[in-house]
Nanobody
Framework: QVQLVESGGGSVQAGGSLRLSCAAS????????MGWYRQAPGKQRELVAI???????NYADSAKGRFTISRDNAKNTVYLQMNSLKPEDTAVYYC???????????WGQGTQVTVSS
């Protein structure tokens, strides 16, 4: 089993910044990817950004140019730097880890991000 612990959420005014962190612990091996998803009230969970272990990163169109995903492999931690936040970024943000060629998928408990106008 793998445990994911997120931190860094909170409330911020539009135009502000937040940095989310997600630390993985437990039986960690063959990590395929670590990423961030979000779910706003009444909406489906959606990908925000993902970092593959080969170095490739992908972003949702809404995140491009404003958010940056990074990893510290030594600490099994993934970060999401969010700049120029907008009210529509308000959601619960979830950390995701995929390992063992997709056999194991883990989710964090979620952290609330609220952006006020």
């Amino acid at each position: 089993q793998v445990q994911l612990v997120e931190s860094g959420g909170g409330s911020v005014q539009a135009g502000g910044s937040l940095r989310l962190s997600c630390a993985a612990s437990g039986n960690i091996f063959r990590i395929i990817s670590m990423g961030w998803y979000r779910q706003a009230p009444g909406k489906q969970r959606e990908l925000v950004a993902i970092s593959y272990s080969g170095g490739i990163t992908n972003y949702a169109d809404s995140a491009k140019g404003r958010f940056t995903i990074s990893r510290d492999n030594a600490k099994n931690t993934v970060y999401l730097q969010m700049n120029s936040l907008k009210p529509e970024d308000t959601a619960v943000y979830y950390c995701n880890l995929v390992q063992d060629y997709g056999s194991n998928v883990y989710w964090g408990q979620g952290t609330q991000v609220t952006v006020s106008s």
